[in-house]
């Protein structure tokens, strides 16, 4: 254990662990972008970043921002941050220690004494997990432009528009162009690892060297409901037919796309949902989606194509329609920034850390950052590598030595960038 850090790990903790508290009860832990309990999840942040000192808004994309003004404003702003919804059932960990870690690294600086030259800003991304409107990354990709108007007009099982779930947590769908950034010379996000190479390896902190790619495709067979006592086999429409073999489909395809072994790739179909879902009754409808993820955008072009054309032939199989065959997103792979990379990697060394680099084959907010601004990620360790879980652990520890490298990374970035171009 590292012990004389420049932070505070027992308070970093201490946010990790009270933002964690605000969960719903019965799915421990659980805080769904745009529900309630999200919301006061941002009220206690917003609590925490003026107790800070920081100037607090929401951007038009949704995006909670905590403004610490530099020096030398004209320099313009380093951002370090993550995200503070979770998925159904996940962890205390996921987003949230990065959002904490800014949180203490502009609290850091302040009683260090000495003010940045850079404006720091801490930022609480909207709704990076897939939301129930079936897309990630919301504020990340309104601050980067990357939110369209066919995106904004997807809908949540109730009818919700995104557009106005967006108006509802306090964004401006209308006047998103504001929420676009030019003014970033340098995103920094922790995380943790959701993986077991550094835990394996007993390693302080990986660097992160790109960041998958990652396509959702929404499949819907529309067959009949019929009375499943009374009609014979060979009169049926049944769509979870042709649903479960397109699931077989993606599950071989992606085998063999990942068994070249040069290349990254896994699909999961993550959603199945069967109406009317009745015991008794022929399944009438069926949706699926499908989370495609790669290093390389060719084996998702070939993936595409293969379970288009597989699942056409399931559906005519089945007797059913494929009703839907449509892109809800499609993010390329992105590879971090090499500068950024070296201040991380010197953060940690100034520290005596021990660090790797390693690519993530989850989807980050820094992915998209990354199309306004340099951007780079730092990996703490998780147990385990379990995430997206209630289990989900990472060490008091752990979190504060991957935020104490950011810590030095941000220092010497206000140092050089700037100041030499
Ligand atoms: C984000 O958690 C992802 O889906 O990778
Ligand atoms: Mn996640
Ligand atoms: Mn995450």
Not at 99 to 108: K, S, Y
Not at 167 to 185: C, S, T, W
Not at 276 to 288: D, E, F, Q, T, Y
Not at 410 to 415: F, G
Request: contains cysteine; hydrophobic residues 40%; glycine residues 10%.
């Amino acid at each position: 254990m590292k012990t004389n850090l420049p932070l505070d790990a027992d308070r970093l903790w201490a946010d990790v662990m009270a933002l964690a508290e605000i969960t719903d009860p019965q799915r421990p832990y659980t805080r769904r972008s745009f529900t309630a309990l999200f919301l006061e999840g941002r009220e206690w942040l917003v609590q925490r970043f003026n107790e800070a000192g920081l100037t607090t808004r929401i951007d038009t994309a949704g995006n909670l921002i905590g403004r610490m003004e530099g020096r030398n404003p004209a320099l313009g702003v380093i951002a370090i941050g993550s995200h503070s919804d979770t998925v159904p059932s996940g962890g205390r960990f996921d987003g949230i220690a990065g959002v904490a870690t800014g949180l203490e690294i502009v609290r850091a600086l302040r009683d260090s004494g000495v003010q940045p030259e850079h404006t720091i800003e801490v930022i609480d991304f909207l709704a990076e997990e897939p939301s129930e409107y079936g897309l990630s990354c919301v504020g990340s990709r309104g601050m980067t432009g990357s939110l369209d108007d066919k995106m904004l007009a997807l809908t949540e099982p109730g009818g919700e528009t995104l557009r106005d779930a967006l108006r509802r947590v306090g964004g401006d769908p209308d006047r998103l162009e504001l929420a676009k950034r030019d003014d970033i010379r340098a995103f920094l996000e922790l995380h943790i690892e959701q993986g077991i190479v550094l835990e394996s390896q007993s390693l302080d902190v990986g660097i992160v060297s790109s960041i998958v790619g990652i396509r959702r495709i929404e499949v819907i067979f529309q067959g009949e409901a019929d009375h499943a006592g009374t009609t014979p086999m060979a009169l049926r429409h049944d769509a979870l037919v042709a649903a479960a073999a397109t699931v077989s489909s993606v599950r071989r395809a992606a085998e063999q796309l990942a068994a070249g072994g040069a290349d990254y790739f896994v699909a999961t179909v993550g959603i199945l949902s069967v109406d009317p879902s009745a015991s008794n009754i022929v399944p009438g409808r069926c949706r699926l989606v499908i989370d495609a993820r790669t290093t390389q955008p060719a084996l998702t072009q070939r993936f595409v194509e293969i379970i288009d054309r597989e699942s056409t032939a399931h559906a005519m199989a089945a007797r059913v329609t494929r009703a839907t065959f449509a892109t809800l997103s499609d993010g390329p792979p992105v590879a971090c920034d090499p500068a950024l990379r070296t201040a991380l990697r010197e953060g940690a060394h100034d520290l005596g850390l021990s660090e790797i680099d390693l690519p993530s084959g989850a989807g980050h907010d820094a992915a998209f950052m990354s199309r306004i601004c340099p951007s780079a990620m730092i990996f703490v360790p998780c147990r385990a590598g379990k995430s997206h879980a209630p289990e989900e652990w990472a060490d008091r520890e752990a979190i504060a030595a991957g935020a104490a490298a950011i810590y030095q990374a941000v220092k010497a970035l206000d140092q050089s960038l700037g100041r030499n171009g």
